[in-house]
């Protein structure tokens, strides 16, 4: 547990004492992926993110008690995630037809949500097993190729969209690009991915950030850091939030013209 962390090993803890109660015996693997396998978990700024395992379809239904009950005692952070088979982590997510997730609390029976590659490839890179066997032992499917097809692809399309959307500034996602929720997830989303494909596997928010520092020139410094203030606090680096945001956009706008040194 002492990978983990108090505030992941907590949940998890409660999360696998509701679950052997209101299912028992339904969950036979419980592992972390996302910020806390990438050793990147901020307490107020990161979720949860869990992947369990079942050994056959399941009713979902008593999950909706396990996870309300979950919420009570442990409203934050967001204990997110999906269930799946033990057959399920060893076939590419992408051609596996949907399937019961947990989203902000929201238990779905029919979801796509985090069933792709870049949950295989992190769960692959540094899953955390809180019940079951260790990660390296479960033949998780990756394929990085297929991942950094998929990369480029959600750069040309979600993150050129929304740098188009946000540069307008009368409009909602314009004004929205003020704040600092939309500075470090325009700034950092669209880092990580650049970073994801030049270093050959999933990165984080943080190294996202020291990616930056190092790969562009110093124009680009103070949003970078602003950025990774916001997760990780400290004094505002910007009086102005316009002067913030036009710095964003532009930043944004030269990480998605430049081309990583792919690794393939």
């Not at 803890?13 to 209101?22: G, I, N, Q």
């Not at 949907?98 to 779905?108: C, F, K, L, P, T």
Request: net charge positive.
């Amino acid at each position: 547990m002492t990978r983990l962390g108090e505030i992941p090993a907590r949940s998890c803890a409660s999360y696998l004492e509701l679950a052997d109660r209101h299912a028992p015996g339904l969950v036979e693997g419980l592992y972390l992926q996302g910020s806390v396998a990438l050793g990147d978990f901020t307490p107020g700024a990161s979720d949860i993110d869990f992947v369990a395992v079942v050994a056959e379809p399941f009713d979902p239904a008593p999950l909706r008690a396990v996870h309300a009950e979950l919420k009570a005692r442990h409203p934050k952070p967001h204990f997110d995630g999906l269930y799946v088979t033990w057959d399920d982590l060893r076939e590419d997510p992408e051609r596996s037809p949907a399937g019961v997730s947990v989203h902000e609390w929201r238990v779905r029976e029919s979801s796509r949500f985090e069933r792709h590659l870049v949950t295989w490839h992190v769960l692959a890179q540094g899953g955390v097993a809180v019940r079951g066997p260790e990660v390296e032992t479960l033949g998780v499917h990756t394929d990085w190729a297929a991942l950094a097809e998929g990369t480029r692809a959600n750069l040309a399309t979600y993150w050129t969209r929304w740098l188009e959307r946000s540069s307008r500034p009368a409009t909602w996602m314009g004004m929205a690009a003020l704040s600092d929720y939309q500075t470090t997830w325009g700034v950092l989303g669209v880092t990580r991915l650049h970073h994801t494909l030049a270093s050959g596997r999933v990165t984080s928010k943080t190294a996202a950030g020291a990616y930056a520092l190092a790969a562009f020139g110093e124009r680009w410094h103070r949003i970078v850091r602003e950025a990774v203030r916001i997760r990780t606090g400290g004094p505002a680096l910007y009086r102005s939030p316009f002067r913030r945001r036009a710095d964003m956009l532009a930043y944004m706008s030269m990480v998605l013209n430049t081309r990583p040194m792919v690794r393939e």
